[in-house]
Structures are given as structure tokens and as C-alpha cells.
């Protein structure tokens, strides 16, 4: 009789549990739905002579930015051909970052979502896809990096990348 009053109470805490937790994870993305909205609003984002943002939306598993770029600043085809090094330059470039950027990259990992630039040429109309997962965004805001070596690092990185184009 006493297992059969524990076994209840146990299958109640759990389906508790579970619904919780279905709970705080929706929460979350309806934050990160509400502050992708926010942020879309403000497009276009005019990024001086490399171009500007067109949109950021939330497609359900990534924080998509769309940028169109300029071309004569920004070669597509060399991007197209280095992924790595692009990758390499977004996680440089969301180190260490401030504590809006912050916000939005935690949120984004309780999603379980990553982030998913779009680069396009604004002549040629051609593509490039840089994309983080969920586990690169979590070890990005978990390497604890020097302001200064930080900064180091990102104009290195803006070297390195301009080099390739």
C-alpha cells in the first residue's frame, strides 16, 4: 500500500518537474523572440562603408543576421572560400562582449539556439553563411580572456581578414 502512495507522488513531482521546465525553456524563447523583435525593428543598421543590416530573426533553432555588404570593401567569393577564418573572426569578434551582447548571447544559449550570419553582395547578390552552434556560443562566454588581449586579438583578426580579400 505504501509503494502505491509513493509511486504517485513520484510520478507528480515529476510531470511538475518536467512542465516547469517546459515552462522556464519557453519563457526564455519568448524573451529571445521579444528581443530579436526589438533589435529587427532598428533595420536597417547602417554599418558605415561595409554595409548594413537588413534583418534579425529568430527562425526557431538561430539568431539569423542578414547584412548586405559592400563590395568594393567586402570580397564574397574570398569569404565563400575561407569559412573557417570567418568563423574564427565572429567568435574573436563576440569575446569579452558587452553586457547587452552578453544578455543576448545567454539567452540565446538557455534556447538552445545558435546565431546564423548571412552575408550578401550587394551587387552581385552572391551568398556566404557563417553559423555558431549552441556549444561554440557557450565556450565563447566561458573563456575568460583579458580586455587587452581580447582587443588584441579582434584587430588581429581584422587584419587577417582583410588580408583574405
Known sequence: MEKLV???NAVILFISLSLLMML???CQEIKLKAAIEVANKQCPMEMGEAGK???IVFDGENVVYTFYLNEEIANIKALQK???SMKTSLKIMFQNPNKEVKSLLDLVVKCKAGLQMIYIG???GEQV???LTTDEIKEIL???VDTTE???AKLETQVQMANLQ
Do not use: A
Request: glycine content about 4%; aromatic content about 0%.
Open 24 to 26: 522556464t525553456t519557453g
Open 150 to 152: 581580447s582587443d588584441l
Open 53 to 55: 543590416i537588413t534583418s
Open 142 to 144: 566561458n573563456k575568460d
Open 82 to 84: 575561407n569559412p573557417e
Open 129 to 131: 553563411v557563417c553559423e
Open 122 to 124: 550587394k551587387d552581385s
Open 6 to 8: 509513493r509511486r504517485p
